[in-house]
């Protein structure tokens, strides 16, 4: 029976080929881009699972409140994570980890490389689960002397020859014996890096931080005991962290689990408000959206063939066919042209992945050995088969025989009403899409023409080395004397991010609960020339040693503080007091889409780590980075010359966002381009049906014009029938989505004017090209059988 079901199915098919190959376009393209919107999402989804400890890790991270507003961050006291592991047995390894440090590495020969990578203590390796190609997670770390490197660090320095054993020289400084070659992070791991160092107890440094307790600059991670109660570990990690900091009032602490680490990383006043989880849902909409839009085109197309059909179905009644033998032939014949289409997405999957995986900055597979792929594919092949072809199945199959061999069957409105109902719905999910992709690109640039408070524009950020540190001074005078150079400066980070956050400074007349965090930089003098940030009150810092008892605040600090004639007020931070020398205006270091946080900057030459310069407007570029580069090679010929420009590093900070727009740009395009082949099919099937009637009208006089305007105003109504419904939910919906940024833009009624003519445009031309072909047919043709 089945065997005939399906030979039925594919002559079905194969004589109706306009039908089928413009069903097969629609399907092929929406199960493709449902397949790869799978991909993506199975990939954001897998982040860290490949960890054995998965369901058992947590960071400790951090609410603090400084006198209403919240700051949620993840920088710990080195200490905390060995006192939890010695007071509570719930945890079973403790790991402390440094920022990502970013080094040379030498091999002792030419070859030099800057990498980013941590120092860890001596449990890294038992709580988090690298795949080792040499060496062991046992000895890995033994020695405060080892570094474990990843396969590609290590083929770089070393080639083919094996790494273990070798030596590895650090900033021309230190030397270590590369005691393990792990493979490289993969895409889905939240921890990225190219070495693993352990911290030696025994550095002065680290024997201060061991005790410790207010300077916060590591991530602390714990693996607990399975069944250990969150709310209890929480408390735990309070009442500690308040015995050795009582006057730690303003934090909050608590363990964060590891499978919120990637698509949970966003928090507004203390509270997790998701992240990457609410654009992975949105993919996953538009997965289904696509698939169902390819749907209502195979639904509309049967039920716009149902006159076709009508007489097969009342002979196959009449012959003694059941209802249910007829819906399962109507049903094979969408499955077998869903099964066909998801073979042929296969292979547009396989020909066009490289280029999806380079638009999406990943490295996926298609994953057929994989049980979950397959049991995707089932999903899809059913759903896609069952939506597309159960209403044209119970339709077709519910004609009167007696009416339809009789002659005197009509589908009359039964057909046409789901027909405009289901265009008027792909309509809506077109305009929506549309306009939704236009609100995130515009939300995007307009937080890209913020005012970042300095101008970033030809300003280079070098990283500093023990070389330049004590050459800087004639390293700046050659610099100046090019003639390429207009100011130089250095700081203890890049004017693109944030490495030091402190408690704020004491002033006087500060009241007992103003509680601040505040973010902090080292800089010298040119410091506000070099970056283009502007003075608001004061002066900059003068390089002369007095410099050292200065400070200058920025303006979001001011306002923070409450103070009104800042300048020449003091300071105490740290045990030392300050002088405030001027007020500079806010600058965005961090974050693009939240309020600049109150920053303090003072003079300490020796904390430095990045060295800012700016090139004179009219300097060609190459040849100033030339010279650049001649000097510092002068100066410092043990490393790499390296550069950024401060704009493109802060262009990555709309990575994620630009990414989504990338993704949602495209599959609404496809989107539309299946509707436009639906709606190209549905005026076809209706010109047919009305070609008799054109041709009367022509005969009697009918213009071109009047025959478009005939068929077009039918689809042109369902067009403003989806805008009316489309533009309140639309406007709802992103509007909701734009509340979760502090800056955002306003949704101007206009956007949705030009979305809805855009559509109507669009509309016009794909029907208009149908009618026109029958408009200019000779009615003679069409009318001889009359």
Known sequence: MFSNYIKIAWRNLI???????????????????????????????????????????????????????????????????????KTYPQIRNEVIVSGPEPHVLSNNAETK????????????????SWEFNRGNAVSALTDPASIVLTASTANALFGNEDAVNKVVRIDDDLNFKVTAVVKDPPGNSSLQFDYIVSFNYTNEGVKRNMNEWTNSSWSVYLQITPGTSIQLLNRNINVLKKQHSPDDKAST????????????????DGKNTGGMIEYVRLSSIIGVIILLIACVNFMNFSTARSEKRAKEVGVRKTLGSAKSQLVLQFFFESMLLVL???????????????????????????????????????????????????????????????????????????TVMPRHVLVVAQFVISILLISSTIIIYQQVQYIKKRDMGYNPDKLVMIPVTAATQKNFTIIKEELLKTGMISSVTRTSSP?????????????????TDANMIFSGMSAEADFTKTMGIRLLEGKDFSGEPSDSSVMLLNKAAVDAMGLKNPVGMQMKYNQKTYTIAGVTNNVVMESPYKPVDPMMMISYPGYANSIGLRLTSNAPLQKALGSVETVFKKYNPAFPFEYQFADQE???KFIAEELINKITNLFAGLAIFICCIGLAGLASFTIEKRIREIGIRKVLGASIQEVLALIAKEFLKLVLIAFVITVPVAWWGMNNWLQNYAYHINISIWL???????????TLIVVGLNTIRAAVANPVKSLRTE
């Open 15 to 85: 004589r109706n080929k306009k039908f089928t190959i413009t069903n097969l376009l629609g399907l092929t393209i929406g199960i493709t881009c449902s397949i790869f919107i799978f991909l993506w999402v199975q990939d954001e989804l897998s982040y860290d699972k490949f960890h054995k400890n998965y369901d058992n890790i947590y960071q400790v991270m951090a609410n603090r409140n400084f006198s209403g507003q919240v700051m949620t961050d993840n920088s710990m006291v080195f200490p905390l994570a060995p006192a939890l592991k």
């Open 113 to 128: 490389l800057r990498k980013k990578g941590f120092t860890v203590n001596d449990h890294f390796f038992d709580l988090f």
């Open 253 to 268: 602490y608590f363990a964060f689990p590891m499978n919120k680490w990637h698509l949970y990383s966003n928090f507004k």
């Open 340 to 414: 066909i289409s998801f073979l042929l997405s296969l292979a547009c999957v396989y020909i066009l992945l490289p280029a999806f995986n380079k638009l999406v900055n990943k490295s996926m597979g298609l994953p057929l050995g994989q049980l979950s792929f397959w049991a995707m594919a089932f999903v899809i092949i059913v759903f896609t088969g069952f939506v597309a072809g159960s209403y044209p199945a119970l339709y077709l199959s519910s004609f009167n025989p007696v009416k339809v061999l009789k002659g005197s069957f009509s589908t009359g409105k039964k």
């Open 495 to 511: 004017i693109t991010e944030v490495w030091w956050k402190t408690p704020g400074p004491d002033w006087e007349g500060k009241p």
């Open 650 to 652: 802060f262009g990555k």
């Open 752 to 762: 949705f004017i030009a979305v809805g003519a855009f559509v109507l445009l669009l």
